[in-house]
């Protein structure tokens, strides 16, 4: 058996750190020593700048204020990382840093073990092989080419659109509408939840259920009760556009990166 691994796990749900440490627990021939567990960008940067011990971490993308990678910001990140996280969006930008693999969750045993054992061959020096690893993740995750147009009904005609005029897509009760930022409206045949998988999710983000916002249309962003925010648009909105307070975290992240 390899001495133990010193270990920092980065995650804000408990049952995730129970989940995670249950499946290192169950991975033979390994013994993990976890040194501690950071639920907060916060925290985490001050362990991290306080404790050089740890040989590998487990992060968590979206944690209790913000987004994980905004860390990497704060402090140097020497050691190998591990991505655990529900969504693939931040898939690419998380392999600008240490990371050596990403998992979704729930995580998969098998995926799991192929992580430990890339950080095993990385920390043997077996460079070149981690290399190769690495750009195949990178390649796989890579998004296929994302929207840079819309070809719209107006008037008896086809009218092109380019994505960079889209201050918001939202619902109303007739389908789903199209604001340009000039104030111009249009229908689109398509429904909310397919063109926010067609909408490069670094420049669109989906606000709640009825709007998907461009970055470069918000104005204003401000504190609403229950923790919630509520969003100012250009041109502006009929409907007030509300960030839950399950999102709102989130929210900021995107917003700041």
Same mark, same amino acid.
């Given at each position: 058996?390899?001495?133990?691994?010193?270990?920092?796990?980065?995650?804000d749900?408990?049952?995730?750190?129970?989940?995670?440490?249950?499946?290192l627990?169950?991975?033979?021939?390994?013994?993990?020593e976890?040194?501690a567990v950071l639920?907060?960008?916060r925290?985490?940067?001050?362990?991290i700048?306080e404790?050089?011990? %740890? $040989?590998l971490?487990?992060?968590d993308i979206?944690i209790? @204020?913000?987004?994980s990678l905004?860390? +990497? #910001?704060?402090?140097? %990140? $020497?050691?190998?990382?591990?991505?655990?996280?529900?969504? @693939?969006?931040?898939?690419?930008q998380a +392999? #600008?840093?240490?990371?050596?693999?990403?998992l979704?969750?729930p995580?998969n045993t098998?995926e799991?073990?192929?992580?430990i054992?890339?950080?095993?061959?990385?920390r043997q020096?077996?460079t070149d092989?981690?290399l190769?690893?690495?750009s195949?993740?990178?390649?796989s995750y890579k998004?296929?080419?994302y929207r840079s147009?819309?070809l719209v009904s107006y008037?008896?005609?086809?009218?092109?659109?380019?994505v960079?005029?889209?201050a918001y897509?939202?619902?109303k009760?007739r389908?789903v509408?199209?604001?340009k930022?000039?104030?111009?409206?249009y229908m689109?045949d398509f429904?909310?939840?397919d063109?926010?998988k067609q909408l490069?999710p670094?420049r669109?983000y989906r606000?709640n259920?009825?709007?998907?916002?461009?970055r470069?249309a918000?104005?204003?962003?401000?504190?609403?009760?229950n923790?919630r925010?509520?969003?100012t648009?250009?041109?502006?909105s009929?409907a007030?556009?509300?960030?839950?307070?399950?999102?709102a975290?989130?929210?900021?992240?995107w917003?700041d990166?």
């Amino acid at each position: 058996m390899l001495s133990k691994i010193k270990t920092l796990i980065i995650e804000d749900e408990p049952a995730a750190v129970n989940r995670l440490k249950k499946e290192l627990n169950q991975l033979e021939g390994m013994d993990f020593e976890i040194l501690a567990v950071l639920d907060s960008v916060r925290d985490s940067s001050t362990w991290i700048q306080e404790n050089h011990e %740890v $040989e590998l971490i487990f992060m968590d993308i979206q944690i209790k @204020d913000g987004l994980s990678l905004e860390i +990497f #910001k704060q402090v140097t %990140v $020497e050691s190998p990382v591990i991505f655990t996280t529900a969504y @693939d969006e931040y898939a690419l930008q998380a +392999f #600008k840093f240490n990371s050596i693999d990403y998992l979704l969750k729930p995580i998969n045993t098998i995926e799991l073990k192929a992580a430990i054992s890339r950080y095993l061959e990385l920390r043997q020096g077996s460079t070149d092989s981690y290399l190769r690893q690495l750009s195949n993740l990178v390649e796989s995750y890579k998004p296929s080419t994302y929207r840079s147009s819309f070809l719209v009904s107006y008037k008896h005609k086809m009218v092109m659109v380019d994505v960079n005029e889209v201050a918001y897509l939202y619902v109303k009760e007739r389908g789903v509408f199209m604001k340009k930022k000039d104030g111009q409206e249009y229908m689109v045949d398509f429904y909310l939840d397919d063109l926010e998988k067609q909408l490069d999710p670094s420049r669109f983000y989906r606000a709640n259920r009825q709007f998907l916002v461009a970055r470069s249309a918000i104005k204003e962003i401000e504190s609403y009760f229950n923790g919630r925010l509520i969003l100012t648009v250009l041109p502006e909105s009929t409907a007030q556009i509300i960030i839950s307070k399950s999102k709102a975290s989130e929210f900021k992240g995107w917003a700041d990166y």
